[in-house]
């Protein structure tokens, strides 16, 4: 327990204060309503905090001295400037430390023998009896070793635990490097006196004067510093890398090497320190240790390793499964039908590599029109239960980063065999949608089939011919528009900004749709539907793709955040008015009231209503799932109420002469809406005014379109025996499936989010420019740049404050005050001057400060 003088440390951020200045001289401690609290003398004056925001580090030198204010200041800070220079010994854990390094000293002298046990240290410590006191000291002091690279001691491989410790050969090996890191860090860092205490500034590698042994000092240093970002320090269960001195020791004999190596960084970086992680990335970059694709590669892979189902290493059983298919052989399966005679082509984004869908056009002899979508049969490899099954199961989605994929498939099945490659036959699960002249539905059949596609093109190729003239795209173009002007689904679009990682660097790219990629989606809408219908009219099990209704208090905050915005339209949802935020807090007081019997209890400047009675218990039913009223469970006549208000605001948000506002404000009109999911239980997709709808088209990417794909199979084979995923399986599949759906979304976001705080980093004046606001919340405002860039501002720092945000998070105000009608500072899609900070390279966070409205 902390006493009066001792030195201590808090988290990190509290009253504004970062590291190193977060060390405090602890003063005393009180209690606030049972919770302890303690005082602290910081840098910034005496500061209350509460006592679990202690860290459990405390430090051999402290004040010794009188209640003297500005001894006891200047005291703090030399502290604060011996632990910047990590020269502030720490004595967390003393007695266990001590014991530790006391095992050492006799373990190590024993070079007839490599590891010892718990109780072969106890013995060798206190002799042949040690009580089971001591014994469980030595357990509690070798727990420190256990982490890898930490401690005196190793954990050896073998039965039961057994510990290696270091030899006093490794033991002078990592001192030696430990002196060589010093030199190094002398010479890369300039120290000044200052009348503010002690200044840190870089000198360039080309003018640091290194020499041999810096230049391998300096190898080991990147080699660590690039372990540590991928895994945010050590591998639990893993070895360092590049320890002290090469010898995977990263804490050990007093050194601690991401300690030393962090202030490294942050002392030499130009941009404002952040995390370790994020610090080691900009001094690799700006050392020219790592190039801007080196960076973004090792930032992918530790964005990877913190979702626990998508990992980097192949697994070695499903590639050897996978490479045990031959090609594509009608004689292999001659229950196919051969449509290799049908023109179709894949149409994708030009760096696609799995092609899951084609498409082509078959004039029929009434004068009708078909439509072909053909998907690859996964399913004719990944057969259920199968090693391929459970992998492609585990993860569920395939996941797309700048430079690679993390595919749900091994490459051999997702690039090639699955892949509805041009350069041979392939097996397909195709639809065929018969077309009447206005564009609509009139008849869909189902084949298991073999085909061979024209040619694999881009979206680009794809729109540059049927503009031309060219082939039979015109005619898929024109038929695309007749079937589009029939559906009743909203159009919503934002442009989407991907990372093309390149030789030379990386690069972003906005994409927005065109006619291409919407004649594909036209198309691929058209063959889920058409799936889904068709299996619900026979009764077969699928997992649906299902949409919401939006909510109303949303969309009742969304009209005024759009009437902002330059869109006065109101978005009225059928049923009762949502009420405002004051309504409901006024009805909740006066139910509490009705509640209690017209009385209310007052204690603690609060206010609570006496509790009902609890009525007797009753024997539990059993659970029963609540079906939520869906798309699909409204009258036609309540699907157009509930859809023309959306579909009216989305026209007046297409006619907004500023692009980037009309983005802002398609972001509020989505957020109105819940997530899409996956249910066995037909609810109905909002978004797309659909009554029936899956996933189909994308098996090589998505498990449950390979779910889907299997009990159409068995429904075309003719239904014999029981489907393959029944009803209740679908259950708990779905669940899976959409929690791996928004884990992959997450870690595309967060990878993309590093790779352009990156960029600003890379490029000069990128500091400083405007940005637009997107969100504002009572803390927060939130801001985006031209080029994707996103960043908060504290509402605090905001200049010319203090500030407040309206009811409907739509305006920042000026308090009025006298209590009368607020001002109005700033609002959503307004533009404002911005200056970056603290920019997280690692977590892909930006701060901003606005500079001026």
Known sequence: ???????????????????????????DRRRVKGVPWVRLLTLEGEKEVKAEHLTKRTFRLGYEGPRDPEAMRERLRFLVEQHTQGKLAEEADDDLARLEQELWELASRDASREAWTDEELAVLLYGAEPSPVQRKQVREALDRCRRAGTGRFQTTAGRGDTWRPWTREEHDAMRSAWRDLEALRARLVRVEETDDGRTFSRIELAAAGLTPQDEATLQWVRDAMAQFVEWDGVPQNGVAVAGIGGTGAVQAFGMDLHRALGFLAADWIHVEPTTTSSNYVVFLLETGLWTAQEAVAALVRRHVNQEPFFEHVPDPKAEAAAAAFPEPDLADDPGRTDLRHLECYTIDPPDAKDFDDAVGLEDLPDGRLRLWVHVADVSHYVRQDSLLDRHAKKRATSVYLPGRV?????????????????????FALSVGLTLDADGRVAQRVFHKAILRVRENLSYGEALRRAKAGEGVFPRLLETARRMRQHRRGLELETGELKVLLEASGFSALEKRSDEATRMIETFMVAANEAVAAH???????????????PDRQKAERATHQLEVLGVDFPLDLPGPKPQSRAEAQAESLLDQLKAGGGRLSLFGGGVAAPRKAEPAPTPAAPPQRVRVPGFLQLSPEEREAWLKPFRDVVDRVAQLPDQEVADVATGKILACMGRAYYTPDNEGHFGLASTHYNHFTSPIRRYPDLV???NLKWWIDGRSGEPPHSQESLRALCEHCSDQERAADQLERRIKASALVLATLQEDGQAEGTARITG??????????????????????????PYEVDEWEARLLWPAPDGGE????????QKVRVRLTARDVAAGRTGATITSF
């Open 1 to 27: 327990m902390a006493r009066f003088g001792d030195v201590v440390e808090f988290t990190p951020g509290l009253h504004g204060i970062q590291k190193p200045r977060n060390l405090a001289i602890f003063l």
């Open 406 to 426: 993390l595919p749900m498939l091994p490459p051999r099945l997702a690039d090639h065999l699955c892949s509805l490659r041009s350069d041979g036959d392939r």
């Open 535 to 549: 299996l619900s009219e026979q009764e077969v099990p699928q997992l649906y793709r299902c949409h919401p209704l």
């Open 708 to 710: 889907v794909h299997r």
């Open 776 to 801: 504002l919340t009572p803390t927060s405002t939130f801001l985006q740049r031209s080029d994707g860039i996103e960043a908060r501002a504290f509402t605090r720092t905001l200049p010319g404050g």
């Open 822 to 829: 607020p001002r109005e500072r700033a609002r959503l899609g």
